[in-house]
């Protein structure tokens, strides 16, 4: 049952603000001190130093100079100030505090384009991952879905010394025509340069953060509190998560969220929610699941958000239209991937990339393409039989666990449960908007169960959800998730 506050505080809207200013003025702190990440730093997940000197080189900061172990409990108590500022903002507002249209829109662009330019890319070597992939079909004609980072190191390329794991790309291949382009763009300025196209990946970072506050506000002008909309906009936009791995780290993971709620907008319509008791809106199925297509292409999980869609119109329909309407759903949505696949297609081939990164996540001895401890921290990781080499990994586990079917079934079958309880659910009926309480649980499990490999970034897959409804089951999934995400945070610098 959602939790209504007796009156409006202006003290409450006071104190909100003053929260999300001080949350921003300590992740100020956090960006300068990544700034001066010592030559050499490395945590458990890994991280890119090579990234903070470049920064720092770009903005005249010197040399790094501080010692490891101050360095790192600085970047740890930066870290918990911040995630405490955010969990007492999280507080006030389901206390009722509310922000103005015109204050939220005066904060999220100047906060997202410093974070953006000031930021260095140095908890993850990802961005510069996507760059080398572009770099193999720009610059040397060879298909990024089949070649991997190890022929970049082999070439000289740029990027080589950014990059760790001997894996073809993992990523949807529209976000590989996405980064080529801008790779080609990049081209025009600077013929080896990669510094400016990683700036751009962290502005589209920066716009997917933006598209993911303003359509959460959207979904919420929706739902059954339509007066918290404005709150969930800062909320997704000051989140530490959000900052860090979109304008920050420029992960992909913000645009394909983007995206798929995009289509949740165009799906998703209550049954109630204004004063007259009507439909706050239309819904255009056809229209959602093409939007969640194109998010699939960027990362292929929305698309488990398909058979939703349809399986909301096989409820809505009469006779044999209804499934005529469900197939187009399923058609529409699955054509943006296999349209962008088209230039890449190799048979299965082309989908080697993402079959190395579904196994390397139960792969314990991997090997690093540089010298150094192995790194963990890369989207695109895989294992390799030896740094020079392309081959698939180590397969002795997996035979010994029952064979590559068994052990499939093994890494996925709570996950299935998770999907099915929560088809089933919507399938009876309910709030509409009850299917991104399912999302929240479901892009859960499959971080947790599936993918293997918990990384940070994949919690913007669940915030959005979380965040969307302030009933007390969601708030319990909101202190759950603060408490998950700012322990994946601090492992950024928990020692090797």
Not at 73 to 97: H, T
Not at 190 to 206: E, F, M, N, Q, R
Not at 404 to 425: D, E, F, K, M, S
Request: with cysteine; proline share 7%.
């Amino acid at each position: 049952m959602h939790i209504r506050e007796a009156s409006h505080s202006p003290a409450l809207d006071r104190a909100a603000r003053a929260c999300v200013l001080a949350g921003l003025v300590v992740f100020a702190a956090f960006v300068v001190w990544l700034e001066r990440m010592p030559a050499g730093f490395d945590s458990i997940r890994g991280l890119n130093p090579l990234a903070a000197a470049e920064w720092r080189a770009r903005f005249g900061a010197g040399d790094a100079s501080i010692p490891e172990p101050l360095y790192r409990a600085g970047v740890q108590v930066l870290q918990v100030v911040s995630w405490v500022l955010y969990g007492l903002l999280l507080a006030l507002v389901y206390r009722g505090a509310r922000f103005s249209a015109a204050w939220t829109w005066r904060l999220a662009v100047p906060v997202l384009l410093a974070v953006a330019v000031a930021m260095p890319a140095a908890l993850s070597a990802d961005a510069f991952a996507y760059v080398g992939y572009a770099r193999l079909a720009v610059v040397h004609g060879l298909n990024p879905h089949l070649h991997t980072q190890a022929e970049l190191v082999k070439l000289g390329d740029p990027t080589g010394p950014y990059l760790h794991w001997p894996i073809a790309s993992p990523y949807g291949p529209l976000w590989t025509l996405v980064c080529m382009a801008i790779v080609a763009a990049g081209r025009l300025f600077s013929t080896d340069g990669i510094w400016g196209v990683v700036l751009a990946l962290k502005l589209l970072g920066a716009a997917g953060v933006l598209g993911m506050a303003a359509l959460l506000r959207a979904l919420v002008r929706r739902g059954d509190d339509p007066e918290r909309a404005e709150a969930a906009f800062v909320l997704m936009l000051v989140n530490p998560v959000s900052l860090c791995e979109g304008p920050g780290n420029g992960h992909n993971d913000v645009v394909m969220m983007a995206l798929a709620l995009a289509g949740l907008v165009a799906w998703l319509t209550p049954m109630s929610g204004r004063a007259s008791g009507q439909s706050s809106g239309r819904a255009h199925p056809l229209l959602a699941a093409v939007w969640l297509g194109v998010a699939a292409a960027v990362k292929l999980i929305p698309l488990l958000l398909l058979p939703w869609v349809a399986l909301s119109a096989l409820r809505s329909g009469n006779g044999a239209r209804r499934w005529g309407r469900a197939t187009a759903i399923v058609c529409l949505g699955f054509a943006p991937v296999v349209l962008a696949y088209a230039p890449f297609w190799s048979g299965g081939r082309a989908l080697g990339g993402l079959a190395e990164r579904f196994r390397s996540a139960d792969q314990p001895d991997q090997t690093d393409l540089a010298p150094g401890p192995p790194r963990a921290d890369p989207d695109a990781s895989g294992t390799a039989t030896s740094p020079t080499t392309d081959g698939p990994p180590p397969r002795q586990a997996i035979r010994r666990s029952g064979g590559p079917l068994v052990h499939l079934v093994r890494r996925t079958w709570l996950t299935a449960l998770v999907y099915a309880g929560a088809t089933l659910i919507l399938w009876r009926g309910g709030a509409p908007l009850l299917a991104l309480t399912g999302w929240a649980y479901l892009s859960s499990a499959v971080m947790l169960f599936v993918a293997g490999l918990w990384f940070p970034w994949y919690l913007t897959w669940t915030w959005p959800a979380v965040l969307a409804r302030a009933n007390r089951h969601h708030q319990v999934l909101t202190l759950v998730l603060f408490l998950f995400s700012l322990l994946l945070m601090m492992v950024y610098a928990t020692p090797p």
